[in-house]
Each structure stands twice: as C-alpha cells, then as structure tokens.
C-alpha cells in the first residue's frame, strides 16, 4: 500500500525542483526590473542583494504554507488518497502550465494558476465523491471547498492589481512634485525624510510583519505587538537620522541606498510570497503522508479511509526544507538564461523614453487612451493655469548634453520612480503575505511599474497607445492563466482518479515537454544573438552604415531565395500544409524589415555628424527590402490561396517555367547573399548582368502563357495565378536591382 505514494512523494519532490527553476526563471525578473531599469547599481551587485533576499525570504515563509493545506479546500471531507491524488494533479499541472505558457511568450502567474489549480482538482475529485455517495447532492460541493477563504485569495488578486496601479500612480505622483526630474538639487532635507519614509516602511512591513508565521515571532512577539505606533515613530527618526548622514557627510545618493534596500525586500517578498507556490503542495503532501503513516502503522487505516482532517492543523514547516528551496532558487537567479534576461515586458511597457513597442494596439486599446484624453482635457479646465504651470515643471525632463563624440544610453526610467516603484510593491506584498493571503507578486510589481509610468508621463501621444494594449494583454493573460489551471487540472485530477497509470505518463509527457522547451529556448536565444539590432549605445559612422545594411541584405536575399523554391515546389506538388508554413515565415520577413522601419528614427538619431547623408542611403535599403519582402509575401499567398481554394494544378508547361525560373533567380540571390556576407561588392556589376536574362525568361514565359491561353489552356484561376507570380517575380527582380545600384554607387562615393 505504501510504494504508491512513496513514488508520489518522491515524484513531487522532483517537480518542485522542476518548479523551483521554471517558477524563478519566469518571476526573478519581477524583482529586478526596477534597479536593472534605473541602472543604479551593477548588474553583479543588484543579483547578490537578490540573492540574499530571496534566501531570506524562503526562511519567513512558514506561514504562508497553510494556503497549500486548507486554504482552497476542507481537508476533512477528503480522505489520503484523495488528497495525494489532488496535489499530483496540481503539480503536473502547474508544471505544464508554464512550459505552455512561456512556449507561447504569454504572461502568467505562478500565484493565480496555483490556486486555481487546487481549486480545479479539489472541486473534480469534490464532484466525483458526491457522485458516488447517494446522500450528498450537487450543493454538497460546498461543504468540500473552503469557498469564504478561497473567495478571499481570488478576490485578493483582483483588488491587488487595480490596488497596485492606483497606490503606486499616487505616490509617483506626489513623489515627482516633490522631486521633479532634478532630484539632484533637491535639499538635504527633502532626501533624509524620502529616505526615513521609505526605510521604514520597508522595515515595518518586512523584517516585524515578515516575521509573523515563522519560528522566531513567539520569541519577539510580546515586544513587537501593542507597540506598532512607537516602532515605527522611532524607526522613522533613526532611518531619517541616518538618510541624513549618509547624504550630508558621505555625499551618497539615498535613493541608490533605497533601491538597494528595496531591491532586497522586493526580492524577500517575493521569496516569502511565492515559495508557497513552488514547494507549499509538495511539504502539505508530506505532512499527509506522515498522518497517514502514522495511523497506518497504529491501526492498518487505508488511504481511502483516513480521513485528512489533520491538514486543518497549523504544521510548522521543516526549516531545513525552507533552506533547501532557497538555495534552489538562489542558484537558479544566477544560472538559468530566463532570469538572466533583462529586457522583459515591465521595463519595455514603464520606460521613459520612446523606443520598439513590443505589443500592438487595439481597438480597446485606442478607446481607452481617448478616453483617458477627453477626461485629462476636462481636468484641466478645473485647475487653474498657475497650478498647472507649477506641475508641470516638476515634470519636465532634463536635457542631457554630451560631447559631439561620445553618446549616453539613457535609463528606462529614473532613480526616483525606481524607488517607488520597489518600496509600493514590497510593502503590499508584505502586507499580503501577513494577512496570509498569496497575491500575485507577478501582477502587483507590474501594475505598481505601470501606474508610476503612467503617473510619471512616461505614456506620451507616441506610446499611450501601445503601452496601454500591453496592459491589457498583460491582465488578459491573466484570466487566461485562471481559466486554464483550473480546468487544465480537473482533467489531470480525473485522469489519475480513474486510473493511477495515468501518473507516469503524465510525467513522461512533463519530462518531454520540459525538454522540449528548452531546446527551443536555446535555439531562440541563438536567434536573438545572431539579429543585428538597431539600438546602440555608440555612434555609428559610414562604415557601420554599410556594415550594418550589408548584413540585412545579405539576410534577406537568402530567406527570400528559400521561400520562393518553397512555393514553387509546393504549388508544384499541390501541398497546401507546406505553403500554410512557408507564408508564416515570409510573414515573419515582413515583420522583421517593418521593425527596422520603425526603429530608422533611432537609427538616424545614432549616425555621427559626419556621416549624415548616410541616412538616406539606409532608409532607400530599406524601402527595396521591404518591397522585395512584399513581392515574395504576395506570391506565397497567392499560391496558398489557389491551393485551399482547391483549384486545378499548374500545367506542366507552366511548373517547367517556373522552376527554371526559380532555379535563375536563386542562383542570383545567393550570389548577391554571398557578396554582402563576403562584402565582395566589386562583384555587383556581373549579378547586374544576370538579372537581364532573368527579366528576358520572365518576358518570354509571360507571351508562352498567353499563346496556351489563345490556344489550349482552360483554367481562368491557372492564369491568373501564374501571371502574378509571374509579374511579382519581375517586381521583386527590379527592387533587387535597385537595390543593388544604389548600394554600388553609395559605396564607390565612400571609397
């Protein structure tokens, strides 16, 4: 009877390991966004203040454990069995939840998919119990669930993110007023009492309220409690006291001191927050199985007798576990890749400046801004003109002036809304984690990040639009994350219900999933290193302007010799799974050359002053890139769409023509690849050459087409498809050729 649930048990060990890793990789960046994004402190320091902080906060965790046991369910109308089968089902879940989830690159939330996933499996295994006792009804289902405390942590959830966004838009606020962007001439005074405000409540709410559930409160809870006016009075004086210090005598910036200690909370509040998340199931599975043990060796009680009443029991957790979790997780921020990886969706949508919008806008999106427009315009005309030209000038941003021959790639956002933003997400975490309940520290630093944005002007006429879809996407994702975990996990509790087999192969299909995505996360990685992005921190001379157009075009004209013997082999063999394929990648070119042109403002901005003229030269690359791309777009859906329409296959006569032209035009667009990759650009003058007889066989197969349509042919759709890409192919020749032109007449002028 044992051997099952041991391998259960050791089956959930591994995947809280697994969950650890996975969990960290996707939140560390939750806690490292705000000193990363201010650039305040080194990278390599930022990581070790994190580090401490997590293992930290791993320790003061304890408490947050019980959620796991009784805070979703009633442990005493569920026997052994039925828990144990409940928390597999939420672990394997959870596990393939996320692998789902980062695959796609869609927000989620270890919090909210680990409480929908015991609520999912809980109500499952809740419902078929109900089913096979013939006294209990449907609303029995009540009596199973612990619906007031579930309702809190749900309901929870929800007032956090728009909590966040308020409270952090309002102290941003009235923070910059109090700042503005010039915070360096600010007087001593105002840094010391920023400072005394900000220390203390970081040590309110994380080292006392932090403290609550662990081991060490009974020790210092006659001291702490009944005295909460007066630790923090007098915390309040010392850390003030001690801005003052630090910013008078040793001429340091308290708000670098801040996100320090910030960074630290943050990361200690996540720790305490979410460990629940990654081990809480797996510790509430072993107390299990100790009860049950137990009673099994008393009295023989069968695992789908005992009755799991004892879950409902404060349980101290093992404080060596709680170390062992923390350093998992203290190695994973150092080691995974994911962690590691800075540019995440926080800092892109929070910035300060303009730059690539990584979401795109949509109709809510739009309304939404207008909206937020017309009420900014009704504002206005209640305040008067001197109180907004007062505001206003806290908010103007400084010019920053630089040598002609020296560039500064500006922070995303300054070190006052880092500050806030690190102070106003650990303190509500923490007040959450005291009160017991697991919100989403996921969403609370986002929303906390997007409402200082917001407050802090950093959403313009250029980027409201955007910033404002990836909100919405963002919460989006969010009730997608509930909705699948709890559903997602009712299946997985049935499966392992009906038949225990189920588990190992369930696991297998984890274990196959993991591995599967962490191939593509390398093979995608290797992908992002071998882009050649437009934002850089140097300026960029004529040479770099070649340089930087070689590669695109080099790229470019390799993809696109792929895509057409693509089509063409496809369209020959009719394979309309295969042209489905080959139109996403081309529209993945076209995607690709669009970012480009969208990011030539910054490009520009970036040239010396010497090589100005350059920008035209790089905008007309671009322009026969994207009109290449677009040519190679239309006959790969013009093909498609002749295929899923299930019209006639091209004759005979016509895939002949096509393929000897394919073959003429690849020929062209690996020598012109190979040219630019090589930068061999005396060569240009002999791929000149050869695009005449290309242009000479397209001309001769267009008049070819229209003897066969004078003559024998009979298919309207046959000649309509092979004219266009007839047609498109001579366009796409003559955008190559310009291209080729200019970029020989730009590079003999530079010589």
Avoid: C
Avoid at 311 to 318: E, F, Q, R, T
Avoid at 608 to 633: N, P
């Amino acid at each position: 009877m044992e051997d099952p649930y041991i391998l259960m048990l050791i089956a959930l060990a591994v995947l809280a390991i697994v969950d650890l890793v996975v969990g960290v990789s996707n939140d560390a960046v939750n806690f490292l966004n705000s000193a990363i994004g201010s650039k305040a402190i080194s990278v390599r320091n930022i990581m070790i203040i994190a580090s401490v902080g997590v293992f930290f906060g791993a320790v003061s965790s304890s408490g947050m454990m019980e959620v796991a046991r009784k805070g979703i369910f009633n442990p005493s109308m569920f026997v052994f069995q039925d828990v144990m089968y409940i928390f597999m089902a939420v672990m394997i879940t959870d596990i393939l939840l996320l692998d789902v989830f980062n695959s796609l690159g869609m927000p989620t939330s270890t919090t909210v998919s680990i409480v929908f996933e015991l609520l999912g499996s809980a109500v499952v295994i809740a419902l078929i119990k109900i089913t096979q006792n013939d006294t209990q009804s449907l609303s029995a289902i009540w009596q199973y669930i612990n619906y007031s405390t579930a309702s809190n942590i749900i309901l929870g959830i929800l007032l956090s993110v728009v909590v966040a966004f308020t409270v952090g838009a309002i102290v941003q606020y009235f923070s910059r007023i109090i700042y503005s962007f010039n915070f360096e001439s600010r007087p001593a005074y105002i840094n010391s009492l920023f400072g005394g405000f900000a220390i203390t409540a970081i040590t309110y709410f994380i080292i006392i309220k932090g403290l609550k559930g662990t081991q060490f409160y009974g020790s210092l809870q006659g001291y702490l409690e009944g005295n909460t006016l007066e630790i923090i009075g007098i915390s309040f004086i010392v850390w003030t006291i001690f801005s003052h210090l630090i910013t008078k005598i040793f001429k340091l910036n308290i708000l670098v001191l801040i996100i320090g200690v910030g960074t630290f909370s943050l990361a200690m509040a996540f720790a305490g927050n979410d460990l629940v998340n990654f081990i809480g199931v797996p510790i509430a599975a072993l107390n299990s199985y100790e009860a049950w043990s137990k009673a099994f060796n008393i009295s023989g009680t069968s695992p789908e007798l005992f009755s799991m009443g004892s879950l409902a029991k404060k349980v101290p957790s093992n404080i060596w576990l709680l170390l062992l979790a923390g350093a998992i997780m203290v190695i994973t921020l150092w080691t995974s890749s994911k962690a590691q990886n800075v540019i995440k969706t926080g800092i892109d949508l929070s910035r300060q400046g303009e730059g690539h919008e990584k979401f795109q806008p949509n109709n809510l999106s739009r309304v939404v801004v207008r909206f937020a427009m017309f009420l900014n315009k009704g504002i206005n005309l209640l305040i008067p003109n001197k109180t907004q030209n007062f505001i206003n000038e806290k908010f103007e941003k400084p010019v920053v002036r630089l040598p002609k021959d020296k560039t500064f790639e500006m922070p995303a956002f300054d070190l006052v809304r880092a500050s806030v933003n690190l102070i106003m997400a650990s303190v509500l975490i923490s007040i959450a984690t005291s009160m017991k309940l697991p919100l989403s520290t996921t969403y609370v630093t986002f929303m906390v990040a997007m409402g200082t944005s917001l407050a802090d002007r950093a959403w313009g006429r250029e980027s409201a639009v955007y910033r404002v879809a990836g909100v919405l996407n963002v919460i989006g994702g969010w009730f997608l994350t509930a909705i699948i975990a709890f559903v997602a996990a009712g299946i997985v509790a049935y499966l392992i219900d009906l038949s225990i087999a189920f588990i190992p192969i369930l696991l297998l299909l984890v274990a196959f999933l993991i591995t599967k995505n962490s191939i593509a996360h390398r093979n995608k990685t290797k992908e992002i290193k071998r882009k050649t992005h437009i934002e850089r921190s140097e300026l960029i001379t004529i040479n770099g302007v070649i340089e930087e157009s070689a590669d695109h075009i080099s790229g470019v004209a390799s993809r696109i010799s792929k895509l057409y013997t693509n089509v063409v082999n496809d369209l020959a063999n009719h394979d309309l799974n295969k042209l489905r394929k080959t139109d996403k990648h081309v529209e993945k070119l076209n995607n690709e050359i669009d970012d480009l042109k969208d990011n030539v403002f910054y490009f520009i901005k970036s040239l010396d002053e010497t090589s100005v003229q350059a920008s035209r030269f790089y905008i007309m690359v671009l322009g026969y890139l994207q009109d290449s791309a677009q040519s190679i777009s239309y006959i790969s859906r013009a093909s498609f769409k002749h295929v899923n329409n299930n019209h006639k296959n091209l004759k005979k006569g016509q895939l002949k023509d096509l393929k000897a032209i394919n073959n003429e035009l690849s020929q062209i667009l690996d020598n012109v690849s190979d040219v630019f990759k090589s930068r061999g650009f005396d060569d240009l003058n002999s791929i000149l050459f050869d695009k005449r007889v290309l242009l000479e066989n397209v001309s001769k197969s267009v008049e070819k087409q229209v003897a066969r349509i004078r003559t024998d042919e009979t298919s309207p759709k046959n000649s309509t498809l092979y004219f266009s890409i007839l047609l498109e192919t001579k366009d796409l020749m003559k955008a190559l050729m310009n291209l080729l032109e200019t970029y020989e007449e730009f590079y003999l002028s530079t010589k």
